[in-house]
């Protein structure tokens, strides 16, 4: 309330009204306002908090002006402040008052001008305020200054603000800037004039924050939708009579070299190898370590991705394609599962990717308890594989399993790379009849690696292969393989393991008898046998094909099409696959108590020990630190603490490349799928409750709710931001230990140029190299959110008890810390985000590979 102004001359004067409502008292002899709690401003005519405001109004200092608006500016000439109030500027005949009311240093020095005629424009961040009708006059205070006949000589009045950065200026008889603050109660229901081309960094943020969360609900609901409905649709999917066939497999010239890169030499590892397995046959591949045993099945399954390969693999006479992962399984030497499984639910995961989407739940179930019952581990299939940390099944059940998971899908081709290592002789032979009965009654084509059989396994054998330094010394018929070598003087003693004595005459002779041995087998008739069962595999099916070539053609021919009973490549739809995997992960993590609830209790209790640190700082200039230092040690703390996201993809490489190369899912659905468990349990909801706990122990501004949703929408982007950043390291990580290293040291980039230790707005290479750290989007828009509203206290001299205020703006931007456009801020925060992300799910599909 205004008490007295010291001269009566000015009490009539029609500019009174304005000061007499400013809201606190004027001293007549600075020409200042003690204001009252609530409002600030050289006259207190700025609200600063929405309690002030009447009628269901919120004060708001967007500096897009509106029809009702007060302005309090530090003038850039003679030293002076000025205050200003516009009245009904949108209907173009507005009005106003402009008055100054005292000096920044020094006594008062009033003069004021009544607007008249006034209009306002907008253009990107400039708005223009014209006034045609002005009338400026000096007080009694002014008196003999030497701008008094400039003043009265003003009849216009326009000026132009920079809303970015609350600069106007004036140009007319004076040039003058202002660098103003702004306020006014608003309606919620209230139009701005230019709305449309300046929007507050709340609704941005707040529409943001809006837009995240219904997208997610959206598409979550869309996944379920098509999950859901999936099995109503076609995805290509073969009958049920067509999913199982008899499929032989035929390989001709079969050859593969590799460079030594030390000694610029090349090595031979196969050497021009051909032959012919039907269905319902074991073919046991046999030689000693180092022969070519495990290139070759890797080859035949289509794994073999070093060296120079030639020749030409068919099944069923057709050119193997990639359909063939479909019908085919492989088995490999190591047993890389997941521990926090029951067998059952393993093998339960494995059928949902790898049975056609037609079979329902107990047809996958009866698959399941089938193939436990045929490897004998029945009494196993409730017990937990195991991890390190937990005790589970043996390793010889675990070989088992490991089998169980292709034999699952039911193939009509079965690889296994040395399936009876690590297992008791007694298991080996139980494990090799369980195959051979297999592989009769249900017409399975079986090709394995073996060492050194017992001769009971031995004599389960249908066809042999003998490899040794590449070559291929014999294949056929494993009842003839003795007479054979015996036709060419290799006899075996009496009462002599025949596997024994072969891996012996292999080992024991040199290169040059080897090659004698394999040009022998080629000029065999065994070697002619074999290519007559190729041809004749050729023949049906170009005669099936509606072709006539010949065989000499065929082998010449560039393309030939696909046998009609593969079709689709993967046997479920995309929204199966990353289903299934998402419901995998959710189990495994669950069932891991170091990961899940760990996250949750670790977060909890540092968001509690966070607040009680910087438990609700002042509004003096000794608190600013504090303030600061908090938003950027949140922000910093939830970006380490993302490194946890290291393990997503890396601990579980091994897994993911077997099964990606058995066909059972794409590198797409996996990387949706683990990111979507990753990201919701381990990075939103954890950031959620650490960024509610601190906010208010901390005391940050409770206003406006929207200001709290920006506040967790700008510490979930962060934090997301982080975690792509670990997915990108740990794809193209060596080792763990590489990828905690690099992702360290790339943080404390990010920290570094996060805007808060060192200066990244000021023009030059420092703000360039803020730009690459995310974390300097994300504190830029937290500390524009949060010092807004504020108004500091500052003590007018050391140990004086006397402050004035000035706003958190004007901290901002002494420190050099304004924010500038919030929507760069976010764009940065979402390419960043994005860039990660597409370089983890590039680097996932083209260099995480099996190098065999």
Known sequence: TLLSIGNGDLM??????????????????????????????????????????????????????????????????????????????????????????????????????????????????????????????????????????????????????????????????????????????????????????AWTYEVRLTLLVCLAVFGTLWILLFITIIWIAAP???????????????????WEYISCTVNNSITGTEKVILNNISGFAKSGEVVAIMGPSGGGKTSFIDILAGRKNTGVIHGQVLVNGAPRDGTFKRVSGYVMQDEKLIGTLTVKEHLMYVARLKLPSNFNWSQREAKVLRTLSDLGISHI?????????????????????????????????????????????????????????????????????????????????????????????????????????????????????????????????????????????????????????????????????????????FRRAKYVPPPSELRAQYMTSWFTQVYVIAHRTFLNNFRNP????????????????????????????????????????????LSFSSMSSLDVFYNERSIFVRERANGMYTTSAYFVARAICDIIPMRVLPTIILGSTTYFMIGMDTSL????????????????????????????????????????????????FGGFLVDTRSDGPLKILGYISFLNFGFDLLVTQQFTPLTIRVQIAPGSSEYFDITGQEILRRLNLEGGNSTVDIVGLCVWFAAYFVIAYICLKWLVKEKR
């Open 12 to 197: 009539n004067d029609s500019w009174m009204s304005d000061i007499s409502s400013v809201h606190g008292d004027f001293n007549p002899a600075d020409g200042t306002c003690k204001c009252l709690p609530g409002w600030s401003g050289i006259d207190c005519s700025l609200c600063n908090t929405d309690s002030v405001c009447t009628d269901g109004r919120t004060c708001s200092h967007e500096f897009t002006i509106v029809d009702d608006m007060s302005y309090s500016c530090a003038v850039n000439f003679d030293n002076q402040a000025l205050t200003a109030n516009f009245h009904n500027l949108s209907t173009g005949v507005g009005t106003g008052h402009l008055q100054n009311l005292k000096q920044r240093n020094g006594g008062p020095m009033i003069f004021n001008c009544s607007l008249a005629a006034c209009r306002v424009d907008h253009d990107s961040n400039t708005q223009t305020i014209a006034c045609s009708n002005v009338h400026c006059y000096c007080s009694t205070w002014c008196d003999g200054e030497a701008y008094k006949d400039n003043i009265n000589q003003i009849t216009s009045f326009t000026i132009v603000c920079d809303t970015s950065k609350h600069l106007c200026t004036y140009d007319g008889a004076l040039r003058i800037t202002f660098q103003c603050n702004n306020s006014v109660c608003l309606l919620p229901t209230a139009t701005r004039e230019g709305a449309n081309t």
């Open 381 to 553: 299939a409730d017990t937990l594989i195991g991890t390190e940390m937990t005790r589970g099944i043996s390793g010889g059940e675990k070989r088992r399993v490991t089998i169980a998971s292709e034999l699952v899908s039911d193939p009509c081709i079965l690889f296994l790379d040395e399936p009876t290592s690590g297992l008791d002789s007694h298991t080996s032979q139980r494990l090799m009849k369980r195959l051979k009965t297999m592989a009769v009654e249900r017409n399975k084509t079986i090709l394995m690696s073996i060492h050194q059989p017992s001769s009971g396994i031995f004599n389960s054998f249908d066809q042999l292969m003998l490899l040794s330094r590449g070559e291929c010394v014999y294949y056929g018929p494993r009842s003839q393989a003795m007479d054979h070598f015996a036709s060419l003087g290799y006899h075996s003693p009496l009462h002599y393991n025949p596997a024994d004595y072969l891996l012996d005459l292999v080992i024991e002779n040199d290169r040059s008898t080897i090659r004698a041995m394999a040009r022998s087998y080629r000029d065999g008739h065994a070697a002619r046998d074999m290519v007559r069962q190729i041809d004749e595999a050729k023949e049906t099916y170009l005669a099936r094909s509606g072709l006539t070539l010949s065989p000499a053609i």
């Open 705 to 752: 709710w929207s200001t709290f949703l920006s506040f967790i929408g700008v510490l979930v982007a962060t934090s997301l931001c982080a975690s792509s950043l670990c997915f990108a390291v740990s794809t193209i990580s060596p080792s763990l230990a590489f990828a905690n290293l690099l992702t360290i040291l790339m943080l404390l980039y990010c920290m570094l």
């Open 594 to 637: 170091y990961l899940l609830r760990f996250q949750y209790i670790a977060v909890s209790v540092l968001g509690i020990v966070l607040g009680g640190v910087y438990w609700h700082p002042g509004v003096y200039i000794s608190d600013v630190k504090d303030r600061l230092g908090c938003l950027f040690f949140v922000m910093s703390l």
């Open 232 to 250: 109503a649709y076609k995805f290509d999917i073969p009958a049920l009579d067509d999913y199982h066939m008899q499929a032989s497999l035929a």
